[in-house]
């Protein structure tokens, strides 16, 4: 039982560049969740998904899409990086749709430059 | 939407000393408030959470507090000991398909030894 595993652990990126961050958890969980992690600014919500099928926009979705593969698997994608976009990206999952324990990934360290 | 407030940004305390964070949130509508600890390199991991219908929630050196009315909730940690330093993180959601956190900015703890 993996929990919740990222891929890449680090990546770098030029400007208008594009990829995909990678989340897949193994516990059957519903919900999924991204975040980025900013230093002083604690984590923000990107995109969820609460089912399979299902995505939905979080505080900060600007610059990026995200696709629920199925049960689960969830990647992140930013279609042409900015700057900006430079954080630490955290995958999250949680049973039964909500209501309980969110279970983070190891995260990645995006930097563009 | 929902905002949450944590304070302090740091804190350093002797080992065996107690440390307290404190939180308050702006939506009278959350009713979940979980406290997230993350150390060097890893995802969050929750530590304690507490219910709107309940005042006080403890597990072992850990507690939480929820003032309802004045919108404050508080981490205790008694007999700190090196390995509790790490950032440390409340959160605030309200009931829903899929819950979503809103996150404090973090305080970071140093346990001296």
């Known amino acids: 039982n993996a929990g919740v595993t990222q891929t890449p652990k680090f990546q770098v990126l030029k400007t208008g560049q594009s990829m995909t961050l990678q989340c897949a958890q193994d516990m059957n969980h519903n919900s999924m969740y991204w975040y980025r992690q900013d230093p002083g600014m604690g984590l923000r919500l990107i995109y969820y998904?609460?089912?399979?099928?299902?995505?939905d926009k979080g505080e900060v979705p600007n610059g990026y899409n995200v696709s629920r593969l199925n049960k689960r698997e969830f990647s992140l994608r930013l279609e042409s990086a900015a700057p900006s976009q430079t954080s630490v990206y955290f995958c999250a999952s949680t049973p039964t749709g909500g209501g309980n324990e969110q279970f983070f990934g190891p995260g990645t360290r995006l930097t563009v430059l | 939407g929902e905002n949450v407030e944590q304070h302090p940004s740091t804190l350093s305390v002797q080992e065996g000393d107690s440390a307290v964070i404190k939180c308050t949130y702006s939506d009278s509508a959350s009713n979940y408030f979980p406290w997230y600890k993350q150390e060097l390199g890893k995802g969050p991991q929750l530590i304690i959470d507490?219910?709107?219908?309940?005042g006080e929630k403890k597990d072992q050196r850990i507690a939480v507090t929820l003032n309802k009315t004045a919108k404050h909730f508080s981490l205790h940690i008694t007999e700190t000991q090196p390995e509790d330093s790490a950032v440390y993180f409340c959160?605030?959601?309200?009931?829903?398909?899929?819950?979503?956190?809103?996150f404090g900015s973090g305080t970071q703890l140093t346990v001296l030894p």
């Open positions: 959160a605030a959601s309200r009931a829903g398909s899929a819950r979503q956190l809103t």
């Open positions: 998904s609460a089912s399979e099928g299902t995505t």
């Open positions: 507490i219910r709107s219908n309940v």
